[in-house]
């Protein structure tokens, strides 16, 4: 089995800055990407960003240049630096993870969430 555990919601003002965290345990061979997506209210969920093995990045139109997403020495650990929130930003935030386990199946992972309020 492989999880991910997520830290580093919590409540901000606009204008302020979050750094998530998440970190992938278990029968890992080796992660392919992560990513953190987020889903609020009455919206589908939606990818924010997202890290290659081979450090790629890639960024939603509405969060470029206030978004950096980066993995851990480890490589089983990826953030999420948020800087100038919106109120629009308010979401759950959830890490994902493509892996290969060390029976070489391929698996999707999500982490249980964590909300994120964008407010005064």
């Known amino acids: 089995q492989v999880q991910l555990v997520e830290s580093g919601g919590g409540l901000v003002q606009p204008g302020g800055s979050l750094r998530l965290s998440c970190a992938a345990s278990?029968?890992?061979?080796?992660?392919?990407?992560m990513g953190w997506y987020r889903q609020a209210p009455g919206k589908e969920r939606e990818l924010v960003a997202a890290?290659?093995?081979?450090?790629?990045?890639s960024y939603a139109d509405s969060v470029k240049g206030r978004v950096t997403i980066s993995r851990g020495n480890a490589k089983n650990t990826v953030y999420l630096q948020m800087n100038s929130l919106k109120p629009e930003d308010t979401a759950v935030y959830y890490c994902n993870a493509r892996v290969h386990t060390l029976a070489m199946r391929f698996l999707e992972v999500w982490g249980q969430g964590t909300l994120v309020t964008v407010s005064s």
């Open positions: 890290i290659t093995s081979g450090d790629s990045t």
């Open positions: 278990g029968s890992i061979f080796s992660i392919n990407a």
